[in-house]
C-alpha cells in the first residue's frame, strides 16, 4: 500500500475541478462486413456498436496540459464522465467505455459501472467495460478483485490493445482467460506480424470477440483472415463523432451531482 499511485497521488482535488470541462465522442464498431461495403446504407447497416472516447483536442484547446489529461484518466474523472454519458447514450445495441486499470479499486465508480450495466441491459444495450493496456499499478492485487467484482456482477469485459507478439499461443493467461469478454488488437503493419495475428484470431476467436482497431485504410485487411473476427474498427471507416451539444450540456449538469 505504501507505494499505490493512488494515494500518493497529490493531484486528485484538481482533477475533480477539471472534470467540467471534459467532452466525449464515439467511434462506431463495425462487423466484418464493411470491408465489402460499397455504398452508405450497407456500411450503416454493418454498425454493431460504438466506443465512447474523451475527446482530447477538446481539452488541449482549453489548456489542459497532457500531464493533467493524464490525471483525469488514471484518478478515475474519465472514467466517471464516461459513465454518465453512457447512460443518455442509447442509440447503439453494443457501447464500451473504458476504465484504467487504476480505477479497478475506486468502489464507487465500479458500483456505478454495476448500476449502468443493469440500467442499459433494462433496455437492450450492452455494456462492455474496456479495461485499458496502461499499467500504473503494477501486479496489485485489487485490479484482479476490480475485475472478479465486475464479473460477479455479469459486466461484459474488453481488454485493450492485448499484446498478441509476445504471447505465446497455448500458455494460460488467467486474466485473458478468465475475465475478458472481447479482445482487442491493434493493426499491425508487418507481414509477419499480420500472420502472428491471423494465428491469434484462429486459436482465441471462437472463445472470444476479437476487434481489430485503428485500421487506418480497407486495404490493411488484405492478408488478414476475418472468420473469427467480431468487429472492425478505425479512421478508414469512422473519423470519431461528437456527441449531440444538447447531450453534452446534460453531461455537464449530470457531472456535478455524480461524484459527489
Known amino acids: 500500500m505504501n507505494n499505490c499511485y493512488i494515494l500518493k497521488s497529490r493531484f486528485y482535488e484538481h482533477t475533480r475541478n477539471l472534470a467540467i470541462e471534459l467532452r466525449f465522442k464515439y467511434q462506431n464498431i463495425f462487423s466484418t462486413k464493411i470491408s465489402g461495403a460499397n455504398n452508405i446504407a450497407d456500411k450503416r447497416g454493418s454498425i454493431i456498436g460504438a466506443e465512447l472516447l474523451l475527446d482530447f483536442n477538446y481539452l488541449l ?34 457501447v464500451f467505455i473504458n476504465l484504467e486499470r487504476s480505477n479497478l479499486c475506486d468502489v464507487k465508480i465500479l458500483n456505478r459501472v454495476i448500476t449502468l450495466n443493469e440500467t442499459l441491459n433494462f433496455f437492450g444495450i450492452k455494456l462492455v467495460v474496456e479495461i485499458t493496456e496502461r499499467n500504473y499499478c503494477g501486479r496489485c492485487c485489487r485490479i484482479i478483485q476490480g475485475l472478479t467484482y465486475l464479473k460477479s456482477f455479469d459486466v461484459k469485459l474488453a481488454c485493450d490493445d492485448y499484446n498478441f507478439i509476445g504471447h505465446e ?64 474498427q478505425g479512421f478508414a471507416y469512422c473519423k470519431g463523432i461528437l456527441l449531440p451539444k444538447n447531450l453534452q450540456a446534460t453531461l455537464s449538469h449530470v457531472s456535478k451531482n455524480s461524484r459527489s
Open 169 to 232: 499461443l497455448g500458455v494460460y493467461d488467467v486474466e485473458l482467460l478468465l475475465f475478458y469478454d472481447y479482445i482487442k488488437l491493434e493493426m499491425p503493419v508487418g507481414e509477419a506480424d499480420v500472420n502472428r495475428m491471423n494465428e491469434f484470431t484462429e486459436y482465441y476467436g471462437s472463445e472470444k470477440k476479437i476487434i481489430l482497431e485503428k485500421i487506418e485504410v480497407n486495404e490493411q485487411l488484405n492478408n488478414v483472415k476475418l472468420d473469427k473476427v467480431w468487429g472492425l
Open 61 to 94: 484547446e482549453r489548456g489542459i496540459s497532457n500531464t493533467e489529461i493524464n490525471d483525469i484518466i488514471s484518478l478515475g474523472e474519465a472514467a466517471h464522465g464516461a459513465i454518465d454519458c453512457a447512460s443518455q447514450f442509447t442509440s447503439k445495441n453494443v
